[in-house]
């Protein structure tokens, strides 16, 4: 599916209806250049899960966890990840195996370790269609 993105707001929106949508064992990967919206479109995300705490890029933790919605999130950002066998040693089968949803920035770093049923979400910028304007593509 693509979707068309025309400022901040949308991409937020369609993060929120993915997130009132989750179901538990969910997997999204979240892939683009610096500065996108990953992490705009994660922020609607937990807001669609009932999770009102601000939301920001795990990029130096790798991992925030956030319990307070109807599932929990488990938001990672694997951009400083080299081989992904590094997630075994933060328990990453738990988080991806268990009861929440994840969200996970760089997604494809680590495609070789994600389960099949994991949703790719690329978001593209287009600048002869405006500055704001993101294309968004859901596998």
């Not at 707001?9 to 989750?22: F, H, I, K």
């Not at 064992?25 to 610096?34: A, R, T």
């Not at 599932?71 to 328990?91: A, K, Q, S, T």
Request: aromatic share 12%.
């Amino acid at each position: 599916m693509v979707f068309e993105s025309q400022n901040e707001n949308d991409t937020y929106q369609l993060g929120l209806q993915a997130g009132e949508s989750a179901e538990p064992g969910d997997i999204f990967c979240l892939d683009g250049d610096l500065g996108v919206g990953k992490t705009v479109f994660t922020a609607g995300f937990a807001k669609g899960l009932g999770i009102d705490t601000p939301i920001c890029s795990p990029t130096f933790t790798i991992l925030q966890t956030y319990e307070e919605g109807r599932l929990p999130l488990y938001h990672f950002d694997v951009y400083r990840i080299e081989d992904p066998d590094e997630m075994e040693e933060i328990g990453f089968d738990e988080y991806a195996f268990g009861e929440g949803v994840c969200i996970i920035e760089w997604g494809k770093q680590i495609a070789e370790i994600l389960p099949e049923h994991t949703k790719f979400v690329t978001i593209e910028k287009d600048l002869d269609k405006g500055f704001d304007y993101r294309k968004i593509t859901i596998e």
